[in-house]
């Protein structure tokens, strides 16, 4: 590949040549990237809009205590103000889906929706446990009607505290009282945290950054860990499965259908509908074989990913998708302007996601599967319109996904313990060096895909586990190291030793950007297990988004920092305009919390600011200096 390709994923790269040479008027997501710079105030947080005084521009150069804006905020106040709201932003965009999904699960319960079950029954009883909720001899609605007013209550509780902050390492939470950061409802935290960005209420930078980790805390330990709990309830924890990635994965002779959003009952009733007999027949009717279903960024059901958020316009450039199915969250507004240079019909199926030129179909998980065969027969009506032109993707790779906290505690290796006790001895034993969560979006700003690419290659290599989720685990996928072979292969003999002898790969897929709250399940589990930390910071993990865009991605680095973990955001710092709020995130949130925040645009330094993270944290736990090579294969 080019040293100028715009993408890391070959297939991608491929494609978008491929338009630039023959599609002159199709614009991507990197031709946009290239033309339109970013604002050199704003990128830095020196520009505050929040009222009709402004906006006011604190222009490079300006003295950061002497300088002020209209109203009198100072430079501090606006980047923190600003980073806040990105912030707030995150947590919202998690917060809401798991809001519909905790309703789902109560109209489940009621038998109010008849298209899904409760799936996991083991899961739904750890869960009820978790809340206090005693299952005696109740009936499985009973507790799964429980579960889900506790949830439900949870967003809009106005005392006391979220109820999964019990699932945090005793001293994490105690961390978090001490500095008064303890959400008490999702709803609650989130208007709230509005209300101190509006002028004249909040200007303490120190209370603004508190703010932005209380929100998020009610993200991670709240809204996305709600979200994944109740889709393991009703679809069952995952379980590692075999499958393939890429564009590669569609066919010519079959109806190729995406679905991208982060709602995943309409990715169970389309993959549900798509292999019901009528159906199929139907797409044969129509010349096609069958139909094949691709996904970005859900990732469960076993639908096989296309790639990241870069990757959905490039897909319609194949000439081959039949029908794109778009709910909320990540989705270019561009797809329609694509999709006319060929056949694709754009479908959204959300209020709240609503694209001009688009086809809708309301959906409504109380007719899930009705809507879900409409849409399919849109798709399959659409087959013959192939307009014969497009660049074909034709690589499939292999990928084992679907790790789960569930999974992991109930394996069991070639040697006694559970796997946490299996992956604590042999971090403390040398074996493997440390863990680094490879999270976060693709971005078109950088060579997509391309520095999750490296740092995963470069971190096996050094004895790191990876554990990976959203665009950073697609980004995995189309690299070839989410099949075991490939990563094992590549792996440092510790590492590998270590994956052996446990039963994992070096790689492990957890799923979409609400699954990020398994990483915090999995570490409060290897916490609880001992032998490294009493609580999650101490532990030799390190968080990474290397190309981050999303400010869900904000909100899920202030709770992976709140919660103990240093974390690593590629590319130029929103908040590099004030010292004194870079200082904050990176200095005095690790002597509170053990977690910060650090940006650093350059992916070598990216690899050794973890590498480096990681052995500060085997030293100051009094764990053996990690000697690379003594374990052989």
Partial sequence: MSDNAKSGYKEAEQIRQWGKCYLDWVETCFDRAEKLKPCPI???????????????????????????????????????????????????????????????????????????VISDVKKLHQVANILGIKIDDKSLNDVAREVAEILIDDFGRQTGILSYIKRAPQKTRERWEHQGIIPQGIDREIVEAIHRTNVGVDHE???????????????????????????????????????????GIFKEDEVNLIVIGHEPTLAKAILDAASEQKIIEYAESKGAKGITLGDIFGMRHGISPVGGFTNQELCIMTGIIDAVVVHGQCVMPTLVEVANSFHTKIITTSQKAKLPGALHVQYDVRRAKDIAREIIMLAIDNYPNR????????????????????????????????????????????????IVGLVGCDNPRVQATGIHKYLVKELIKDDVLILSTECGAAACAVS?????????????????????????????????????????????????????????GGLPVVIIAPEWMAEKDIAAGCYFAASGIPVILGGESPVDASEEVSDIMAMTWAERF????????????????????INKARENSGLKEFEFGVYGN
């Fill in 594 to 613: 053990r977690g910060s925040i650090y940006f650093e645009p350059d992916s070598e330094k990216m690899y050794a600011l973890a590498i480096d993270y």
């Fill in 387 to 434: 307009p014969g032109t497009g660049e074909r993707a034709t690589e499939k790779i292999p990928m084992l996904a679907g790790f789960s906290h569930e999974y992991m505690e109930d394996m069991k290796g070639d040697v006694p313990g559970t796997l946490f006790r299996l992956l604590n001895n042999a971090i403390a034993e040398g074996r493997i060096r440390g």
């Fill in 480 to 536: 070839g190291y989410l099949d075991p072979e490939t990563s094992l292969a590549e792996a440092g003999p510790g590492l590998r030793k270590a994956c052996k002898e446990i039963g994992i790969p070096p790689v492990l897929h957890l799923g979409s950007s609400v699954d990020n709250s398994r990483i915090l399940t999995i570490l409060s589990a290897m916490a609880a297990e001992g032998g490294l930390s009493e609580e999650i």
């Fill in 42 to 116: 704003g990128a830095k947080g020196a520009c505050c809009k929040h009222c009709h005084m402004g906006p006011c521009r604190f222009v490079q150069g300006s003295e950061e205590k002497v300088e002020k804006g209209v109203c009198g905020a100072t430079l501090a106040t606006v980047a923190a103000r600003n980073f806040l709201r990105m912030a707030i932003a995150g947590a919202a965009a998690h917060s809401d889906l798991a809001r519909e999904m905790a309703f789902t699960l109560l109209g489940v319960a009621n038998s109010e929706i008849i298209d899904f």
């Fill in 205 to 247: 930078p120190d209370s603004l950054l508190l703010c932005a980790l209380k929100v998020s805390l009610a993200d991670g330990w709240g809204g996305s860990m709600i979200a994944t709990d109740i889709a393991d309830i009703l679809f069952g924890a995952p379980q590692p499965a075999i499958s393939d990635a890429g564009i």
